[in-house]
DNA sequence: CAGTATCCGATGCGATACTG
DNA sequence: CAGTATCGCATCGGATACTG
C-alpha cells in the first residue's frame, strides 16, 4: 500500500482506497455481479492470484467488501458492502466519461475475445431470449488460434460459453474483429452502423437477427441514458 | 507510468489515467480554479515539485490540461480541457462518496492548518462580504507553532492570507482544534453544531458572527446539492 | 479449486541539486 | 520564481511454487 496523501480531502482518501494498481477493476467486477474468487478473476486475467487476494482483502478491511465462507466446498463469496454498492453510479460515470472523452483506439492486444465474451455472457437479458436455447457462434478472425471461435448457449436458466462446437444446432452466427466487436460492446460504435460498414457480420434467420438487440446486453457505459439506450436498441431493430 | 491494463474497457483506461500517484489531487486543484504551478503546489504541498511537473505533462499528454506560456515573465498557466473539465462532477461525486462511507477519522497529521487555509482562502464568496476588509484571525491551539495563528483580510476584490499580524483591526476571531475546523470544512461536522459543542470557537460583533456562513465557503462535498446548502446555512446562522 | 507465501526485479517516487 | 535532471532506495507487483 502506498503512503498516505496526508491529507484531509476526502478525495484524497478516497483516492488511498481506490487508486492502488487493479483495485477499480476489481470493484468493477464485484459491481458486475462476481461473488467468487475465479469469477472475479476472469474479468481480470492479467492479474495474478496472489495481488487479486491482496487486493479483495484490501478492499475488505476498507469495509467496501464483506466475505463469507462458502457453507459447502472451500472457498468465500465476495460482496459489495453498501459502500462499495454506493460506488456503482460514479464507475459508471467514470466509464462514461472514458468513453466519451479518452479517445483511444482499443489496440488490438486488449480486444481479448475470452473477455469480451465473457462480459457479454454475463450482460445477457435471458428472459428475452427468443428461443430456448439460443445458440451464438462468434468468429474473430484476427483473434489467436484459441480465441478464435466461441459458441453461446444461452438458455432462460442460464448461459454457457464454450470453446470446442457443443453440438447444438446454431442459430446465429457473428463474424467480426474483435476489435470492432468490442466497440460495439462498449458503445462507441452502434451496432446497426458496425453491421451497415460490414465491420461485423451476422447471420441468421430475419426475425432473430431482429431480436437479437433486445436480448443481447452492451456494457454499462454504452448507456449514457434509458432513453439513448431505447433508441440505440431501435435503430439496430431497423438497420 | 504504470504498464497498461490491457483491458479494453472504458474504466480500465481511465485508470491508467488517472490511477497514478497524486494524479487525481492535482485535477482536483485544477478543477478548483489553480492555475499557476506553485498555486498547484500548494494544494499538494507533500508532491515534489518533480513529480508535480511529471504529472502535468502526463495530463497534457492526456489532453486533460492545456498549457499556455506566460506572456510576461516565465512560467506557464495550467488549465483543464473540457475533457479535463467534464471530471468535475466526478470528482465531486468521488469526495462526496468518501465523506459519506469512508468514516476514518481526521488525523492530527492530515489536518494541516496551511491546507486548511488556503482552500478556504479560495472558497470565499467576497461578493458577499459584510466589511471591506472583513479581517479574520484564526488560532489553531493545537497546531505546530508556525502554523497557529493566521490572518485572513478579505476584500471585495481579494483575499490575502498572512502568518504574521498585518496590523489590520481584527473583525472576527476562530479558536478551534485543526481537525475540528477541517471537519466542518469538508462538512461531516456542521458549523452551528460545532459552535454549540465549543469544538470551534467564534468571536466577534454578534452581526458579523451571524452573518459569516454567507460568505465563508465550505468545500465542494460539504454540500450533496444546493438545498442541502441553504438549509445548513440557515442552520448556521441560526445556532 | 481457491487461494497464500515467498522471492526477486523493475520502477515509481522522493530528495537533492541545479538552471534560466 | 518555475520548473527540470539525476540518483538511489523502497516498494510494488508479477512469477512461481505451494497448500488444504
Redesign the pocket.
Known amino acids: 500500500?502506498?503512503?498516505s496523501y496526508g491529507q484531509f480531502c476526502p478525495v484524497a482518501q478516497a483516492a488511498e482506497v481506490l487508486n492502488?494498481?487493479?483495485t477499480l477493476l476489481v470493484v468493477r467486477e464485484l459491481l458486475m455481479g462476481s461473488t467468487?474468487?475465479?469469477e472475479i478473476q476472469r474479468g481480470v486475467p492479467r492479474?495474478?492470484?496472489?495481488?487479486l487476494?491482496k487486493r479483495?482483502?484490501e478492499l475488505e478491511q476498507a469495509a467496501l467488501v464483506t466475505t463469507e465462507p462458502l457453507a459447502v466446498?472451500?472457498?468465500?463469496v465476495y460482496e459489495l458492502t453498501p459502500a462499495g454498492r454506493a460506488l456503482g453510479p460514479l464507475v459508471v460515470a467514470l466509464g462514461t466519461w472514458s468513453r466519451d472523452w479518452l479517445s483511444r483506439e482499443i489496440s488490438a492486444e486488449e480486444a481479448d475475445p475470452a473477455l469480451l465474451m465473457w462480459d457479454l455472457r454475463r450482460s445477457l437479458r435471458l428472459q428475452q431470449l427468443p428461443k430456448d436455447p439460443t445458440v451464438v457462434f462468434f468468429r474473430f478472425r484476427d483473434a489467436e488460434p484459441k480465441k478464435r471461435a466461441w459458441w453461446l448457449v444461452a438458455r432462460r436458466s442460464g448461459a454457457e460459453l464454450c470453446f470446442s462446437d457443443p453440438g447444438f444446432p446454431i442459430d446465429l452466427e457473428f463474424d467480426a474483429e474483435a476489435r470492432a466487436m468490442a466497440e460495439v460492446w462498449i458503445g462507441r460504435l452502434e451496432l446497426g452502423a458496425a453491421l451497415r460498414a460490414r465491420r461485423v457480420k451476422l447471420a441468421g434467420p430475419d426475425e432473430l437477427v431482429r431480436s437479437l438487440p433486445k436480448w443481447i446486453g452492451l456494457s454499462a457505459f454504452a448507456y449514457p441514458d434509458p432513453a439513448a439506450e431505447m433508441a440505440a436498441r431501435e435503430g439496430v431493430a431497423g438497420g
Request: charged content about 35%; overall charge positive; proline content about 0%.
Open positions: 500500500m502506498q503512503e492502488e494498481r487493479w467468487r474468487f475465479n492479474m495474478s492470484s496472489s495481488l487476494s479483495l482483502r466446498g472451500r472457498g468465500k
